[in-house]
């Protein structure tokens, strides 16, 4: 897409957008009107919209947010803290749309007419399962609609009807490999974080034989799709028919260049019911611009590596505890979810910064492991103790003031 194109993409966005009381108010705060945006430097004053902000919306305006409108045709949930849960509005354009991208992208990692789907996202009361659906009777595939759980059926199944494309959550696409599925060509992963740990991928194909397609996806339940890999498997190329993805520095919400670590924020393109403006999703990420193959650009190398809602600075480099658990789900005898980030003041002065993680010390190739830290967290620890016993405690441990 070309700058113009985008930036008319925005423009008519925005003017959509201000039609809601609730994009309405938030502009009238800080005092802008949609005219005011001529360019995309000027976007960069549209006011962020947080979770927060939705949740407020739609205890105010109990129980649709001021979002629905008589053209919505499907009513979706999704869990929110403080409010229980969320709806998803779709009109019949939204579904269409959706239809189309998700089919796109589908055919984007070789699924063609011939193959049987077998579909283990829920379908119930949540979105996932019948997007995958819409999506594979959309480019006349063939779908068994299985919903989640049962690794006993979805094996048979999967070996008895020939199944070709599983589209799983990562996890249980391993399961039911692990269990004996096998035939397939093709895994759309999606739901959990995936190619953004290390070796995860690999493992999840050697359940199958190793010679698979293993693409992952990237969705948000206020946003909808956001990216998804190819089958080169280069990336998440962002949906950018649907969604135009920034990434912020998130203490000072400035834009950040291509390859910086920063938080995702999405502004819907294509949204009918219930659209959303620079929404700030806390999960972070890189995006470059590199042509791949498959003639797709715009590329969250690493997917989502991590959260934003917590970041300390140790030698003067911005520290994402969250990333660690997502380096550590890599190392197979260390527990990413038990470890904790000390940060302390060295003799003259400078930070000290130290990891401590749960796990079996022998098991761990320490140098290859302190070289991923450092590449991933731009920074490398101090020291690194790995113990076998951890006491539950805060995540960081800052001693330094
Ligand atoms: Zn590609």
Not at 152 to 175: C, D, I
Not at 323 to 346: N, R
Request: net charge negative; with cysteine.
């Amino acid at each position: 897409m070309t700058h113009d194109e985008l930036l008319e993409k925005i423009k008519r966005q925005i003017d959509y957008c201000y039609e809601f009381r609730f994009y309405r108010e938030m502009f009238d705060r800080v005092g802008i009107k949609p005219q005011d945006v001529k360019s995309i430097d000027d976007f960069w004053n549209v006011p962020f919209t947080t979770r927060k902000d939705l949740v407020d919306a739609f205890k105010a305006h109990s129980p649709f947010g001021g979002f629905f409108s008589k053209d919505v045709v499907r009513i979706n949930f999704t869990p929110v803290p403080g409010i229980g849960f969320m709806p998803q509005l779709f009109t019949k354009h939204d579904l269409q749309s959706r239809a189309k991208s998700v089919s796109s992208w589908l055919r984007a990692i070789g699924v063609t007419e011939d193959d049987i789907v077998q579909n283990t996202f829920a379908y119930t009361f949540y979105p996932a399962g019948s997007m995958f659906h819409d999506a594979v009777e959309e480019m006349g595939a063939k779908i068994i609609p299985m919903g989640p759980g049962n690794t006993e059926e979805q094996v048979r199944v999967m070996n008895e009807y020939g199944v070709t494309v599983l589209a799983s959550n990562p996890s249980f696409a391993l399961h039911i490999g692990q269990a004996g599925g096998k035939g397939i060509r093709v895994l759309a992963a999606g739901g959990e974080p995936f190619s953004s740990i290390e070796g995860y991928r690999s493992r999840v194909k050697e359940a199958f034989g190793g010679e698979i397609v293993a693409a992952d996806y990237y969705g948000l339940a206020e946003v909808g799709r956001v990216a998804a890999e190819c089958r080169n498997e280069t990336g998440l190329h962002v949906f950018e028919d649907f969604v135009h993805v920034e990434i912020i520095d998130p203490e000072s919400a400035q834009p950040l260049p291509d390859g910086e670590r920063g938080e995702i924020v999405v502004t819907s393109l294509d949204k009918e019911a219930f659209p959303i403006l620079r929404f700030r999703t806390s999960d972070l990420s890189t995006i470059i611009h590199f042509p791949c193959v498959c003639g797709k650009e715009r590329t969250l190398p690493k997917g989502v590596f991590g959260r934003t809602d917590e970041c300390h600075k140790a030698k003067g480099v911005k520290l994402y505890p969250s990333q660690i658990a997502f380096i550590f789900a890599g190392f197979p005898g260390l527990s990413y979810k038990e470890f904790q980030v000390i940060l302390t003041k060295g003799p003259l002065g400078a930070d000290r910064f130290t990891i401590r993680v749960k796990g079996a010390p022998n098991a761990v190739d320490r140098d290859r492991l302190i070289a991923k830290l450092k590449k991933e967290l731009r920074i490398a620890p101090d020291d690194l103790e790995i113990v076998e016993d951890l006491k539950t405690g805060p995540r960081v441990i800052d001693e330094r003031f």
